[in-house]
Structures are given as C-alpha cells and as structure tokens.
C-alpha cells in the first residue's frame, strides 16, 4: 500500500540575507510638569528615565540576555540609550546613534508640553487622532517628513546587517511609524507600544513583516496605565 504524503505545518525559519530586528520603545521617562520642563536636544524634549522606567530597562537585559544580538542601535536622545545600556553591559556591545530614528517632533509642545496637552485633552490632540496626523499639532512634524526619516533610518540599519539579529531603541510614534509602512495600516494603528515593549520585524527583499507587536510579557507587573502617547 502507497502511503499518503501528509503536508506538515512548518515554523518560522529567517530566510537567507534577512535581518531580525527587536524594535524596543524605551523605558517609561519622567513625568512632564510646567515647573520642571524637560531640556532639550536639538528641539526635541530629551527626559531621562524614571525609576520606573530603569527597572523596565533592567528586566528588558534580563530577557534578552541570552539571544544572539549582533548589534544594538538608539536615538540621539538619552531616554534609548538609558534603555538599552543593561543588555550592552551584558553583552559587552557598544550602540550606534540613529538620529533620523528620534521621536516625532511635537513643535511648539516640546519639553513635555504635549503630554500635558494631552492630559488635559486639548482640542488639537482631538484633532491629531481624529484625523491620525501628528501634523495637527502647532508646528509639529507631519505624517509624511516623520515616515521619510524613518524609512531612511531603518533602510541605513537593515542594509548593515543581513544575517543577522539587532536590537533597535526607538520611541512610541517611531513604532507606529514603521509598522504603519510596514503593514499598510492606518496611521496611528500601531502607536501605542508600552515602555520597554518588544517589536519583532524580520526585513527581507526591500519588505518588513511583522512577527510580533507589544511584546511586554517581562515586565508584569511593573506595566502601568496607558502609555500612547510619545514621551
């Protein structure tokens, strides 16, 4: 009797000349006050971590601590590079600064301006959801010079490393931007990342596809209330 070929489902394997990138939004950063605003860089507000977001950024070592990373990228601002510095330890790695990675710029609500905004439900942060543009923020950065910058980052990152596994820091709205290119979604459908979460993107052929999105299993239960905002 002929056996029947029977057709197995089958895991995931990277495909030649791939490049795995985890896609870490930083660690939960400082509150914003008007007494106490945070200092800027190059106009974009660059708060250092809070004592909860340190935390995050030691547990995030921890679960990484045994993958194989070949290279480790941040922004220009101190809030990534406080993120990634456990696992470097760890792994005695050195980060490479992506500056077209940064934040969005939020214009005339730098310094932590916007989160405050937001709190308080300004009409231009409706104004910014309802129509998914960061744009509508007073002298902010558009959804179209935000996506330019950060396809180009990504690109200069991806390009450096077939074969290989990094580990890139970035910010809320730099996750919802990729990830928009990536997938075709609306603008916002991905902004919203939680602190020290992990994204899992494999880039191939000139395409990124997304394996997994917000993944924060390490740090229960240190998560704490939304965090959607870009800070």
């Not at 950024?57 to 922004?75: C, W």
Request: aromatic share 4%.
């Amino acid at each position: 009797m002929t056996e029947k070929k029977v057709y197995r489902q089958t895991k995931f394997v990277r495909p030649a000349g791939a490049t795995e990138i985890l896609l870490v939004r930083h660690g939960e950063s400082r509150a914003a006050s008007e007494e106490n605003p945070f200092p800027l860089v190059d106009g974009q507000g660059d708060p250092e971590l809070a004592e909860t977001g340190r935390e995050q950024a030691e547990k995030l070592g921890l679960r990484l601590a045994d993958h194989n990373i070949d290279a480790v990228y941040v922004t220009n601002l101190r809030r990534t590079h406080e993120t990634a510095a456990p696992l470097c330890k760890i792994k005695k790695l050195t980060p490479t600064v992506v500056a077209d990675l940064r934040e969005v710029h939020l214009g005339d609500w730098e310094g932590g301006l916007f989160r405050i905004m937001a709190h308080q439900a300004h009409p231009q942060i409706q104004a910014m959801q309802d129509h998914q543009e960061w744009g509508k923020i007073p002298g902010g950065e558009t959804n179209a010079q935000l996506n330019e910058r950060v396809d180009r980052g990504m690109q200069r990152i991806i390009n450096n490393h077939p074969d290989q596994v990094i580990m890139v820091v970035v910010h809320g709205g730099v996750i919802g931007s990729v990830l928009h290119q990536a997938t075709g979604s609306h603008p916002f459908a991905f902004t919203g990342a939680d602190n020290a979460s992990i994204s899992h993107l494999v880039a191939h052929e000139g395409k990124i596809s997304v394996r997994r999105f917000n993944d924060s299993s390490h740090l229960s239960p240190l998560i704490v209330a939304d965090t959607s905002l870009p800070t």
